[in-house]
């Protein structure tokens, strides 16, 4: 590990005139993803602007929203009576997630810029074009087996991006199922991201894993009142039964009026360089019946543009059925 100078400041625009100021500090807040980088090498700040004095703790109701702090611990929001009354999905899968110590140390805000766990990131002994842009991707012809199977294509060319990694997130997935905002502050003053355009996907530049700027600093996420409270599932498929990060997951939220589907959200983890939403499948579960043949053939039309490599395949046939599982259980026929 290099040798680094620490700061604490005491509100947001210190912080964040402290990050600005030195090009390769780095905020800490958990410090349960960013030590590991650090101490494999991969990443190597000079500053660490250590940001647990900001009063970015609260989780509270705001008129239609309820308002998460960016520092919120992820053991308090699973546990938080508001959140599991009113947003219960987000409690399921934070609670899906590392270890309850970890979830104890791990914050909202760092939780959202974790980095990928694609092996050959961590090996820096192996190419890997998010860690180092242009060596190469060791996953493409590799063993890719944890690896996504969409958005890996460019937009412009339609050929395969130079990373092929997904984002490891679970409570991500959730959020993005919520059609949650996240409220950031940075030199430039504040600004608010919608959930599903924070992340981004790899193309040509998978060493940016996200639409924030330079210097700014997650202060929240909104997540606006709903009416899926009733009828929500996170099912995670993992090779362990805990402590292990998801092949794939689904956030699957029902709005339910007797048995007809009068709104659904769907997204998944696992599968893709941000949490996946599945828009089409929600449009084609409006107005249906909450039965099993419904949810297959939503499940038919999430897996549309669907990619596997060598290793991942089974990726493809786990997805749909993650769907339908995850659905069953949300309307109760679990
Ligand atoms: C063994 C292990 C198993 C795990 N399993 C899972 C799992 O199954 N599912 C899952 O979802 N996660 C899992 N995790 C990841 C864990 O959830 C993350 O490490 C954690 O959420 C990161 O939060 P943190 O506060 O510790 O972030 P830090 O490590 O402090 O920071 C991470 C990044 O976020 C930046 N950052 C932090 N806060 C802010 C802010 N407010 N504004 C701007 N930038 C900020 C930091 O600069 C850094 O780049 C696991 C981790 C470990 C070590
Ligand atoms: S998939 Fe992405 S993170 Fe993994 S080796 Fe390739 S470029 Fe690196």
């Known amino acids: 590990m290099n040798n680094f100078q620490y700061t604490q400041p005491a509100t947001p625009k210190a912080s964040i005139d402290a990050l600005v100021k030195e090009p390769t500090a780095q905020f800490i807040a958990g410090g349960t993803n960013l030590i590991d980088l650090m101490k494999h090498g991969i990443a190597a700040p000079k500053t660490l602007v250590d940001i647990n004095n900001l009063t970015l703790r609260t989780i509270e109701q705001q008129g239609n929203t309820l308002r998460i702090g960016a520092l919120a611990l992820n053991s308090e929001v699973a546990d938080s009576k508001l959140v599991l009354e009113k947003q219960p999905l987000l409690a399921q899968a934070l609670n899906a997630g590392a270890s309850a110590q970890i979830r104890n140390m791990a914050t909202v805000g760092g939780n959202m810029l974790q980095r990928t766990r694609c092996y050959y990131f961590y090996d820096t002994a192996m190419p890997c074009n998010k860690r180092q842009p242009g060596s190469g991707c060791g996953a493409l012809e590799g063993y890719n087996r944890i690896h996504a199977i969409w958005g890996t294509e460019t937009a ?31 030199p430039k003053g504040d600004r608010r991201i919608p959930f599903t355009d924070f992340h981004r996907l790899p193309g040509d530049t998978p060493q940016i894993d996200t639409n924030l700027d330079r210097g700014e600093l997650i202060v929240a996420v909104d997540i606006p009142n709903n009416a899926f409270a009733k009828h929500v599932h996170y099912l995670k498929v993992r090779d362990r039964n805990s402590y292990a990060f998801a092949l794939v997951s689904v956030a699957a939220a029902l709005d339910l009026n007797g048995s007809t589907i009068q709104e659904a959200r769907l997204a998944m983890g696992g599968v893709a360089h941000k949490p996946w939403r599945l828009t089409e499948a929600e449009k084609a579960l409006q107005g249906k019946p909450a039965t099993t043949a419904t949810f297959e053939q939503a499940a038919t039309i999430a897996m549309q543009g669907a990619k596997a490599y060598e290793h991942n395949a089974f990726k493809v046939k786990m997805a749909p059925k993650a769907i339908i599982e995850a659905l069953k259980t949300a309307a109760g026929l679990g």
């Open 156 to 186: 412009l060319t339609g050929r395969t991006s130079s990373c092929i990694a997904v984002h490891p997130s679970d409570m991500c997935v959730a959020l993005a199922a919520l059609d949650a905002t996240v409220l950031v502050s940075g």
